[in-house]
């Protein structure tokens, strides 16, 4: 039945459109090239078929036997299109070949090409799937054998994700230093070639590819090239500007100002169509594109400009910040510079009569003096904040520091006096209770005369005027070391009144 049926349309076919057919057996004509197409059981492609052919003539062989693998029995055609743009249309061709027609599948034909594309399929129902081309050049020595260079650009607005919003456009370009650009095609999404003749605008929204190739007037076809790209629906449109701020980043002094070296940090949010450039400007030079963050080492006061722009255009309102830099201070390495004097009525003896008293003075060219401290005798390191008034009769020591306010402390200096009795007495209407009695607290202690008509409660003053409660303290504290030095008291007395003292609110 296959038979009967591929006869009587290989029959209709070749009465319609009379091509010279030869058996297999026959001798080819004699032609400069041979362009051969073969079939199989494949329904979807030629098995194989030429893609280049120079201009002229040629025989083409069509076979379609068990020879080429055609097991089936289905016919095939191989038919030259004569109506699609773009192609060339002057040769007519549709042969019918079966592995059960009169020659066993292989047929034969003499045709003239010219310079060009031409197209070629399967007119059999269902098969108009097996399509090619044949590219044809001219063959005359020495001519153009150089395809054309294409190219395309796709342009249009994009969003954060590199998307085309809305529609994307196609440029294609072609050059052909020989011969010349005869035509540029384009193609959508593998749909069909045809030819280009301005920038194509693509709209669909989803993936698409591009496909574009060029021919130039001998003929010569260029590699198909290919863009991709992906469309998506324009949002709502943008028509707030971002949000941009400064954060300024340095040591600084007491005065606010940047010691060395002032750095600016610039950042940028927009909720809409997001941000696409930061912008800032120094000291009244032109905007120019934020990438880092801005050091700033010049001394003296600065002017800082920044904006930022979204990429629907919205350009924020220009924001400033001002700070000055001022240059770092040299390193303080030395301590301060300390002294003492002790002033007082002296005897023949260098004695200082009924009192002495000890003035410390501490000066720092570098970060200045941070505190000035003292100790009599043999008592604790105590703040100095005003000379030391020493009355205990007896040899006195005083030692005395300062450190600055960079750390550096002065080496530990002393002075050395001796405080004597002036002959009468001190304290005529002295404090003869039997005990040292502090803010009603009674130490147990005797209190007894010092020496110079002064009982230790005379010495103590409770009833005088301090400045506050510790200075107090400190001037128990300094009148019974006087006394330990002298003897008068021991160790452990002076403990049990220098309590007494703390525990008191003289001076509060």
Not at 139 to 158: H, L, Q
Not at 291 to 313: C, E, F, Q, S
Not at 405 to 433: H, L, W
Request: glycine share 10%; proline share 4%.
């Amino acid at each position: 039945m296959i038979r009967r049926l591929t006869a009587a349309l290989s029959a209709l076919l070749l009465t319609v459109i009379p091509l010279a057919a030869t058996p297999a057996t026959a001798a080819p004509l004699v032609e400069d090239q041979v362009l051969t197409w073969t079939a199989d059981d494949d329904i979807t492609r030629y098995k194989s078929a030429p893609t280049q052919a120079v201009a002229g003539a040629a025989t083409i062989i069509w076979e379609n036997s068990t020879a080429t693998g055609n097991t089936s029995g289905m016919p095939h055609t191989l038919t030259f299109d004569t109506s699609t743009e773009g192609y060339n249309h002057d040769v007519t061709l549709n042969i019918l070949a079966s592995p059960f027609d009169a020659n066993d599948g292989r047929h034969q034909a003499t045709v003239t090409l010219t310079p060009g594309r031409y197209r070629y399929f399967c007119t059999m129902p269902g098969h108009s799937q097996m399509v090619g081309e044949l590219v044809v050049t001219d063959g005359g020595g020495g001519g153009d054998t150089t395809a054309p260079t294409v190219a395309a650009a796709v342009s249009g607005d994009r969003d954060q994700d590199g998307n085309y919003v809305g529609a994307a456009t196609v440029t294609v370009t072609a050059t052909d230093a020989d011969s010349g650009v005869d035509t540029v095609e384009y193609q959508i999404d593998d749909t069909s070639f045809q030819p280009y003749t301005q920038p194509v605008q693509v709209s669909a929204v989803g993936d698409h590819s591009v496909q574009f190739r060029a021919t130039d007037q001998a003929g010569n076809t260029s590699a198909v090239g290919s863009v991709t790209f992906r469309i998506v629906e324009p949002g709502e449109e943008d028509t707030t500007a971002p949000v941009v701020k400064a954060a300024l980043a340095g040591d600084r002094d007491g005065d606010g100002n940047y010691i060395g070296t002032a750095t600016a940090t610039l950042t940028a949010t927009d909720t809409g169509s997001g941000v696409a450039t930061i912008e800032y400007a120094l000291d009244g030079a032109a905007f120019t594109a934020y990438a880092n963050p801005i050091v700033v080492t010049g001394v003296g006061t600065h002017m800082l400009h920044y904006r930022a722009t979204d990429v629907a255009g919205n350009t924020s309102t220009e924001q400033m910040a001002h700070f000055t830099v001022v240059a770092p201070t040299e390193e303080d390495d030395t301590p301060p510079t300390v002294s003492a004097t002790v002033t007082g009525d002296r005897n023949d003896d260098g004695g200082y009569v009924g009192a002495a008293t000890v003035t410390v003075t501490a000066t720092d060219d570098g970060s200045g003096v941070a505190s000035v401290e003292y100790a009599l005798d043999t008592g604790g390191w105590t703040a100095y904040a005003a000379p030391v008034a020493v009355r205990a009769p007896g040899a006195h020591t005083l030692r005395y520091r300062a450190t600055d306010a960079a750390g550096n402390a002065s080496a530990e200096q002393s002075t050395t006096f001796t405080v004597v009795a002036d002959g009468t007495d001190a304290c005529p209407a002295s404090d003869t209770r039997a005990t040292v009695i502090i803010g009603g607290d009674d130490t147990g202690v005797d209190n007894v005369d010092a020496g110079d008509g002064c009982t230790i409660n005379d010495l103590i003053d409770e009833n005088a005027d301090y400045p506050g409660h510790a200075d107090f303290v400190r001037h128990v504290e300094t009148v019974t070391a006087a006394l330990v030095t002298g003897g008068t008291l021991n160790r452990r007395q002076q403990g049990a009144i220098v309590r007494a003292a703390a525990r008191s609110d003289v001076g509060a």
